[in-house]
């Protein structure tokens, strides 16, 4: 599957992930080419159903990047992300399909490097897992 | 209320096998409120089936629906259409709900998506704990607001026990004792004279459902 483009879904904090997302495009960063950013007020804002979603309409792999422990604007927006994503691995786990496509990355604003570096090493990594075989889309 | 959890997805799925279309109805009350079969655990059980069925090149398509109670004859029928269109159920209520949907629609297979639990209070955000069986005669009024009979470990009407140490049970050593509770309760009352008075044993077959399915009928109520 050399052809193979895996298709990620960054959710990205509004604190932490999404300026440090300006920043690698204002550094002109090379970016994964099939990734899709969904912005959000806060990593807490992202449910469990959002991450499943994901998969079943199309991703191969999901990200959130979040903020630092303590770092969190709402106070426990991130730690509840990461339960979240947890759960969701739980689910994934049951009908066989690998945890790995799913992954939260802390970071801050100016972290641009650690964004675009954390979706290439995701995206390696899916392309050794092969396409999601549970997309519906 | 009434607690729930929900069932492994693998058994879930095997109900399925035979199937391509059905209905998830969850329930808006009980389930709910302890995260087992509200709005949220319908579409997440929905999306899991349809990528489980889809990755073993089987899809499945799972149409979804939350009415606001469905162990009440008026929202249960609000699923009449949707029914009608699909080859079998999923029901993640509770097992009352389960079997109003059973009642209503005879001709469609109805499966459970969740175990039926207990009645529980919640303790924090996540844990909930049994308090209610539903024994049909209140005796908290003699044990000071703790009941012995969902949890006590042996249902002892005069207890304690003698495996009772520390405050904890002997069947399980995480649980408080609730006659050691039930002591503490009324000793802060001031009504340890309780403790002296004899409960006489329960009328399970009179009181409780050991002579079949109970009923309650209020006439004044009927339309």
Known sequence: MSDFDPKIVAFCCDQSGYPAADMAGNLKLKVPQNVEIVRVPCAGRIETIYLLRALEKGADGVLIFGCYEENCQFLRGNFRAKSRLSYASQILEKIGLEKERLEFCHLATNCGVKFVETLQQKSEALKRLGPNPAKIA | ?223
């Open chain 2, 1 to 223: 209320m009434i607690k729930a959890e929900q069932k492994p997805v693998d058994e879930i799925l095997k109900y399925l096998e035979p199937y391509n279309k059905i209905l998830l109805a969850g329930c808006g009350a009980c389930v709910t409120v302890c995260h087992a079969g509200g709005e949220k655990e319908v579409s997440l059980l929905a999306s899991t089936l349809r990528m489980a069925r889809q990755k073993i090149g089987k899809p499945l398509e799972v149409i979804e629906a939350t009415p606001t109670r469905q162990c009440e004859p008026e929202f249960a029928l609000e699923l009449s259409e949707r029914v009608a269109n699909v080859e079998a159920v999923v029901s993640i209520s509770c097992g009352v709900g389960v079997q109003t949907v059973v009642r209503h629609f005879l001709k469609t297979p109805i499966f459970p998506g969740v175990n039926t639990t207990f009645l529980g209070e919640t303790m924090v955000h996540g844990v909930w704990e049994e308090r209610c069986q539903a024994c049909g005669n209140c005796v908290l009024e003699k044990t000071g607001g703790i009941c012995p009979i969902a949890r006590c470990a042996k249902q002892l009407f005069n207890g304690p026990c003698g495996g009772s140490s520390k405050g904890k049970c002997e069947i399980k050593r995480e649980t408080d004792c609730a006659w050691q509770l039930i002591y503490d309760r009324l000793k802060a009352l001031g009504q340890l004279h309780k403790m002296e008075e004899i409960i006489p044993a329960k009328r399970w077959g009179v009181e409780s459902r050991d002579s079949g399915p109970r009923r309650i009928v209020r006439e004044d109520l009927k339309v």
